[in-house]
């Protein structure tokens, strides 16, 4: 199975991921070491990525799902996907389920002002949410939760208690 843990930046994504692939025993990939090199620096200068900018970045992500699915490798993916097409690109199979971490705009805003050392900041927060599709067909966890309790809501939506 590959679980791909989404949403808009500071909403938890790799935190949770990391959680949740701990805890099962599984593979941890982060999508944001996908992201070539221009990619990365638009995004740390606050500059929105478009999809044009995102299509070989996504094609990285389905290559790698693939190939996992092929070995029959269980992975939690950090994955934006904020868009419902970026999600059926990534969708190879019916063994790829998304989490959906949900939370407000002032309470990831937040977030993100206290976070340090990570390329992806504020700045980005606004274009994040214009660009989000929200998925109908995902798990969804509320972020006022602490991680914890977050990985064990996922758990037991996936029947992985």
């Not at 990525?49 to 799902?65: G, M, S």
């Not at 490798?73 to 868009?83: G, I």
């Not at 805003?109 to 900041?121: S, T, V």
């Not at 914890?148 to 996936?158: E, P």
Request: glycine share 8%; charged share 20%; net charge neutral.
């Amino acid at each position: 199975m590959i679980v791909i843990v989404m949403g808009v930046v500071g909403a938890g994504k790799t935190t949770v991921g990391s959680m949740l692939a701990a805890e099962l025993g599984w593979q941890f990939a982060d999508a944001d070491d996908f992201h070539p090199p221009a990619n990365v620096e638009k995004i740390r200068n606050g500059v929105a990525l478009t999809d044009a900018d995102r299509a070989p970045w996504l094609d990285l992500i389905r290559k790698a799902i693939v190939g996992w699915s092929a070995a029959k490798t269980n992975v939690v993916l950090a994955c934006s996907a904020l868009k419902s097409s970026y999600r059926e690109q990534l969708k190879v199979s019916s063994k790829v389920r998304f989490v959906y971490l949900k939370g407000s705009a002032p309470l990831i805003g937040e977030r993100l002002h206290l976070r340090q050392g990570h390329f992806a900041g504020e700045s980005i927060l606004a274009s994040q949410l214009a660009d989000l599709e929200e998925p109908q067909s995902a798990i969804v966890a509320d972020i006022r939760q602490t991680p914890s309790q977050i990985v064990d809501s996922i758990r037991k939506q996936l029947g992985l208690e």
